[in-house]
């Protein structure tokens, strides 16, 4: 049974590491002094806009990646990049979660809590993200 959960553990991290990469890909420097800027240099960005990491990274990520994953192995990636330190990261994980709306549970919630109190979520961005993709459909679901 170790085995197993290790495996799967190694699989969640090697997709992570792939989603970083791909956003890595699209980061400009140009993009990320202009974001960091702008949000007063509260968290770090690799410099790519919101189109592209919806439009490229995460349909990318859905189609050659995510879709056939367990919904704990998905969620589980989407905690992982959660706590990363680029806010492009987090906003990948912030629309995963919003994809898995229907499986957002306390215990989610709570794990998301803990990110804030440790201030791995910090500023405006984060929050409105976090209550936009993840916590309104706990709320009301």
Not at 85 to 106: A, C, Q, S, T, W
Request: include cysteine; aromatic fraction near 8%.
């Amino acid at each position: 049974m170790k085995a197993v959960a290790k495996e799967v553990k190694t699989i969640i991290t090697k997709t992570v590491t792939q989603i970083q990469k791909e956003i890595q890909e699209l980061a400009k420097v140009s993009n990320k002094s202009a974001m960091e800027k702008y949000m007063k240099n509260v968290q770090t960005y690799r410099g790519v806009k919101t189109p592209e990491l919806k439009g490229i990274v995460f349909k990318s990520a859905w189609d050659e990646h995510l879709k056939d994953m367990s919904h704990e192995d998905k969620k589980e990636i989407a905690h992982m990049l959660l706590s990363q330190d680029h806010g492009e990261d987090k906003y990948i994980g912030m629309m995963l979660f919003d994809r898995l709306k229907k499986h957002v549970n306390h215990d989610d919630v709570k794990r998301i809590e803990k990110l804030f109190k440790d201030g791995k979520l910090i500023g405006w961005a984060n929050t409105d993200g976090i209550c936009g993709y993840v916590f309104k459909h706990w709320v009301t679901g």
